[in-house]
Every structure is written in C-alpha cells, then in structure tokens.
T-cell receptor, first 112, second 113 residues
Framework: NAGVTQTPKFQVLKTGQSMTLQCAQDMNHEYMSWYRQDPGMGLRLIHYSVGAGITDQGEVPNGYNVSRSTTEDFPLRLLSAAPSQTSVYFC???????????FGAGSRLTVL | ELKVEQNPLFLSMQEGKNYTIYCNYSTTSDRLYWYRQDPGKSLESLFVLLSNGAVKQEGRLMASLDTKARLSTLHITAAVHDLSATYFCAVGEAGGGADGLTFGKGTHLIIQP
C-alpha cells in the first residue's frame, strides 16, 4: 500500500518554464488536495478535488492549474513558473468528510 | 474567511516540563486536527477533534476542543526530546469536507535535555 505518492521530490526551474507535479493515491480516496508550505506560513490550500471531474480553488490558486480525470491522480501544473512559487508542495487525500488527511512526502520546487 | 492562529510560534523548553500550545480560530468549525512535522518530512496526523469538549490523549500529548471559545489546546506532559518537532493545528469550516483545511502557522517546539 503506497499511500500518497508525489513526484518529483526535488525540482529546479527557470522563470517562465512549465512543469507538472504528480500526485497519485491508491486508497480510493475521493478527496485530494494540494498545499504549499512556506517558512513561517504554515500550509496554504492551492486547489482541491472532491472527486473525479470536480476541482475547486483554495486560498492561493493563482499560477496553478489542476485536473482530476481519475480518482487516483491529481496533478498540479505550473504554466509559467515564477520565483514566488519556490516552495514545498504537499499533496493530500482523504476518503471523505471529517477523516484525517494523508499527506505525500512533499515536492521541493525552486524557481530561479 | 476562516483564520487560524497558533501560539506560541516558537517554544524552547526543558525535558520534564509541561506546556500548552494554543490554537484559536475565527469562524464556526466542526472539526479540528493536530499534525506533527519533523524537519524535512511530511505531516503526521496526531488527533482529530470533532465535538465540543472532545479530549484525546496519546502518550505525553493531550488535545482538547472548546467550540464555543473556538479554541483547541495541545498539552505536553513531562516533555522528552523526541517530541521536538513543528506542530500544526488545522481547522475545517462547518459543513465542508476535510480536504479544504486552514492551517495555523505552526509551533516550532525544541525540547532540550
């Protein structure tokens, strides 16, 4: 049982480049979400999904796109990376309702 | 907009001492979570609190929830070095799902021998 798998673990981009952070879960969880963690800021919600085909914006969605074509996968796309997007990104999932989030190991992104 | 405030943000304490971390939130919520994060690692769930007066304990950690005061506490009893970590509370707005949580900024806890 792999849980929540994020790839890559580390990535360095130049300003203006695009990339996709991958997130996959094998627990048949309905809810998936992306957070970014910056020093002294806690975790901030970027986008989330309550099921395949359904996504919604969180607190800090600008500069990021998501899609949910399957229950298992929830990729996060940066279309034109900016230095302000340098952060650690966490994907999380939960089965539904008030259940505990299961977090991935995180992806550290640096934009130069 | 739901706001979550933790204090203190930084705490250095000695082994064997007791201390409490506070988590205040601004709007009605029906669930509150406590997570632990070790440096460079992901978040590990500690407690889920779903009702007013809920109290949960695991080892030297005890969490409680007062929904009327919009306050949760994480109490550390007889601290040991292994509890050094950053602790986050996270709150979900009433009626929402567990996915869209608002996190506090975290309490960086250092426990010294």
């Amino acid at each position: 049982n792999a849980g929540v798998t994020q790839t890559p673990k580390f990535q360095v981009l130049k300003t203006g480049q695009s990339m996709t952070l991958q997130c996959a879960q094998d627990m048949n969880h309905e809810y998936m979400s992306w957070y970014r963690q910056d020093p002294g800021m806690g975790l901030r919600l970027i986008h989330y999904s309550v099921g395949a085909g359904i996504t919604d914006q969180g607190e800090v969605p600008n500069g990021y796109n998501v899609s949910r074509s399957t229950t298992e996968d929830f990729p996060l796309r940066l279309l034109s990376a900016a230095p302000s997007q340098t952060s650690v990104y966490f994907c999380a999932s939960t089965i539904s309702g008030a259940n505990v989030l299961t977090f991935g190991a995180g992806s550290r992104l640096t934009v130069l | 907009e739901l706001k979550v405030e933790q204090n203190p943000l930084f705490l250095s304490m000695q082994e064997g001492k007791n201390y409490t971390i506070y988590c205040n939130y601004s709007t009605t919520s029906d669930r509150l979570y406590w997570y632990r994060q070790d440096p460079g690692k992901s978040l590990e769930s500690l407690f889920v609190l779903l009702s007013n007066g809920a109290v949960k304990q695991e080892g030297r950690l005890m969490a409680s929830l007062d929904t009327k005061a919009r306050l949760s506490t994480l109490h550390i009893t007889a601290a040991v070095h292994d509890l050094s970590a950053t602790y986050f509370c996270a709150v979900g707005e009433a009626g929402g799902g567990a996915d869209g949580l608002t996190f506090g900024k975290g309490t960086h806890l250092i426990i010294q021998p």
